[in-house]
């Protein structure tokens, strides 16, 4: 699968086994073999996947630098970001090293702006280990959070290749494999009508992690976001589609603490909610009972928690940038694979599903 971004464009490897041909892809992509390559991973993926990429590498001839960070968010961070700086410049990278990134979206994020800093950018690779992370591999947004933010200190870089080894989620926990699928199922459903009747035909094997299931729905993941990033990859208009359920997602993500819902699951709640939302504005109700029946067929929640706070919710949404004087920006389906960017959502309206999800 190649992204093409102008004259930046990239190859997607998507299959089995890859990251013990980590070597061979590094040599076929003219990756310097005189300068020493940095590994950032973090420590749940650290003991699973590291060795095969290490030993590949060392066959095929380059030396390697490990920085394992702690699994999660926080490493997203100022400090963390200036630990692996520091490991890049005791480890004598130059300017023609790579950084890779092994495993989720965290250390794509972190990994790559340190790709993107480090002597003014160096060569990026990506080996993603989370099903989510399909989508944080296209479209070259890398960051880290600020204390008051998140996200807030980033870049735009792309990567030289990602090389997506779907051996690696194997190992992935269940909830975090059902999240993943949130965000595959959410490409379905902004771009592809056909796409998305494939996930709900084959929500077991996804769910049973069946490879050539998850190659499939991976690809097409990447080549949806991949097609519609490369139509706008500075975020002017039509990329936020892809932001389908997100407005409510992020204040359910900010307002239950970050960690208390998983991002898949909050995005399938605010999916849902965008659904209703389109209902109660005249669209047939099959749209949202299918919207909801694949999502929950991959265990994904559709209900508000009760336990979350109207005026909390909107609160949150209200410091969320779409939020226009008491009208919102939305993204809002049609039909199955089909979205419109609506900005007259007034917050009322808002209200009303949130009570009619409860
Ligand atoms: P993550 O990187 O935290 O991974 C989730 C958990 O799974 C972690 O505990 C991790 O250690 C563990 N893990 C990863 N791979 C594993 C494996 N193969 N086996 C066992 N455990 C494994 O989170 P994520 O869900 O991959 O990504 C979320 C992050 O991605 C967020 O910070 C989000 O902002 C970012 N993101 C970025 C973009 C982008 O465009 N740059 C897009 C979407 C999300
Ligand atoms: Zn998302």
Redesign the pocket.
Known sequence: LQVDLGERSYPIYIGGGLLSQAGDYFARHGLSAKSPVLIVT????AP??LKQVEESLRQAGYSTVVKIVP???K??SLDVFEDVMTAAIEGGLDRKSAVVAL???????LA?FVAASYMRGVPFVQM??????H?????????V?HRLA??MI?AFYQPEMVLYDVD??????ER?VR??LA?VVKHGLIWDEAFTSWCREHTAELLALDPEALGYALTKGCEIKAHVVSRDERENGLRAILNLGHTIGHAIEAIAGYGEY???EAISIGMAAAALISVNRGADRSLYEETTSILRGFGLPTIMPEQLDEDKIIGAMMHDKKFKEQQLVFILPKSIGKVEIVSDVKVEEVRRVIRELK
Do not use: F, R, W, Y
């Open positions: 973090d420590d749940n993926v699973l996947h699994a999660g968010e490493s997203k495993g989720g979206g965290v250390v794509g994020d790559g993603p280990t989370t099903i989510l992370a989508d944080s591999s296209v479209g070259g947004k890398v960051a959070n998140k996200n980033g690696t989620l194997q190992t992935l926990p975090e999240a993943g965000e998983l991002h898949g």
